[in-house]
Every structure is written in C-alpha cells, then in structure tokens.
C-alpha cells in the first residue's frame, strides 16, 4: 500500500507541469492548427525570471519565500506574455494554419530565444532554496510540501483555464474556431483576434509551467527542451488538439515515469515512452481523444 501511494504521489508531482505544459501546445494547436517547437522558450523564460527574481528580492525586500516566489511568478508571465506577443504579431500571425511556415518559423525561433536567454541569464545553473520546507506522509506515500504546493496550484491553474474554456464567452469562441474556423468566422467571430488570445493563453500555461517547476530544479537556458519532447509524446498519446487527450496524456506519461524510474531509471522509462508513441502512430495515430480527419 505504502508503495502504491508513494507510486501515485509522484505521478501527481511529476504529471502536474506536464500537464500544464502540454495544454498550452496543444490549445495553440487546436486554435492556430500549427505546432510551436517554440514552446519551451517561453517555459525556459519563465523558468529563469523565477530563479533569478527571487534571491534578489529575498536579498533587498526581506519578505517570506512565498512573497517572493508569487512576486516572481507574476513577473515571469509578465515577460511570456510580452515576448508571447511580439513572437505572435511580427511571425506567427503571418502562418496561421500554415504547419511548414510555422515549423520553420518556430524551429529559428528555438535558436534565437536561447541565444537571447543565454545572453541575459547566462548558462549558469540558477538552483532556489524550498520555498515551503517539510514532508507530508499522504496514505504512505511521502511528499515535500513544496512538491505538495506546486501540484496544488497545477491543478487551480488547469481549472482556471477549464473554466474559461467552456463558461466564457472568449472560451466558447475559441472553441467554436477549433472546431470549425469556417462556420465559427460565419457567425462573426474574428478568427485573427481569437488566434492571438489563443496563442497567448498557450504560452502563459507554458510561462505558468515553467515557473512552478522552477523552485524544483535548476533552472538554465535549455530547460526547456527536454519538456518540448514530453509534451509532443503527450500530445500524440492523448490526441493533438484536445484538451482533456493532453491530461490523460500527461498523468500517463507521469505514470511511466513513475513507476519505472522507480524499478528501473528514467532512460527504460524513456524508452517505453517512445515505444507507446510508436504504437499509437501505428494502430491509433489521432491518439486517445483526437477525432480522424476527413
């Protein structure tokens, strides 16, 4: 019992920022139809403003950990959603539904912004001290409670944008658009408007992403790349461009991660990852909750 718990605790801490990451890719998806192998940058961003915001406002302020974690973390999607913006209005608008634009477009993209990011933070590991110390025994299976915190706001944060998606009138919108463009544009909904509001909700989930796993690791410039490979294996499981395919998608792959770096490492772990991609390519490639296109 004890392990089982302990096995499900780390699928919740590991799947959370998974999951959150690969909502963002997938609801740019689902809205613009390209995919951004840019998305990382703005998790990498975000990653970073935390990890170097908050010794300097520990240092100069000398508020609780907390303060400063929720100070820095306003920031850090602050700059995703101006750099989200400018990559938005001087690039991606010019490809909507164009995925080999989009793809050239983003994969120059990845260059530049870690460029950039390398340049302002530099590629020195930025570790930050627990925000929240202390372990929590939850029915056996053990926990920091700053793991505990960052699962917790995960899961506020994928609610909020639920909420949004299907009870307001932005959210019913874009999901009219990623529906039907056609038929959502016939009813006057202004495909260019709700394609920026879109992209910029995708990449403020990545910014959020980011951010929550900052005080878990060391934060660097190429962070963010290892998560881009998750959230495509995420996405391709449960389905590119369904919400819910991308949390289903993201607890399995947590799930794997969990129990097989616990019996073997995370590269067996890895390697099953990458072998249920290929079988889902082959038997099922509109993955779990993606609809086959006619």
């Not at 067996?268 to 099922?284: P, S």
């Amino acid at each position: 019992m004890d392990l089982v718990a302990q096995l499900v605790v780390n699928t919740l801490q590991i799947g959370s920022v998974y999951v959150l990451f690969a909502l963002g890719l997938t609801l740019i998806f689902g809205v613009m139809q390209i995919v951004n192998f840019a998305h990382g940058e703005f998790f990498a961003l975000a990653a970073l403003v935390v990890a170097s915001l908050m010794p300097a406002l520990s240092a100069s302020l000398g508020l609780p950990l907390w303060a400063d974690f929720l100070i820095a973390l306003v920031a850090a999607i602050g700059a995703v959603i101006i750099l989200g913006a400018l990559t938005y209005w001087i690039g991606f608008e010019r490809y909507l539904r164009d995925l080999v634009g989009s793809f050239i477009l983003s994969v120059g993209l990845i260059l530049f912004l870690q460029g950039v990011l390398v340049e302002i933070f530099t590629a020195t590991p930025r570790p930050i001290e627990p925000i929240v110390p202390g372990t929590i025994s939850i029915l056996g299976g053990r926990i920091t409670a700053q793991r505990l915190l960052v699962i917790g706001l995960a899961i506020a944060f994928t609610t909020m944008l639920y909420l949004l998606l299907q009870k307001t009138k932005l959210g019913k919108a874009l999901r009219a658009v990623a529906q039907d463009r056609e038929a959502a544009m016939l009813q006057g909904i202004r495909y260019r408007r709700i394609s920026f509001y879109g992209w910029l909700i995708g990449v403020v989930m990545a910014g959020l992403a980011g951010a929550l796993i900052a005080p878990l690791t060391v934060s660097q410039p190429a962070i963010g790349g290892d998560y881009l490979i998750k959230a495509f294996i995420i996405i391709i499981i449960g389905g590119l461009g369904s919400i819910p395919g991308a949390i289903l998608g993201a607890l399995l792959v947590a799930f794997i991660e969990s129990v097989f770096g616990y019996y073997y490492d995370l590269t067996m772990a890895t390697i099953v990852m990458f072998v249920i991609v290929m079988i889902f390519l082959l038997v099922r490639p509109q993955g779990l909750m993606g609809h086959v296109e006619r």
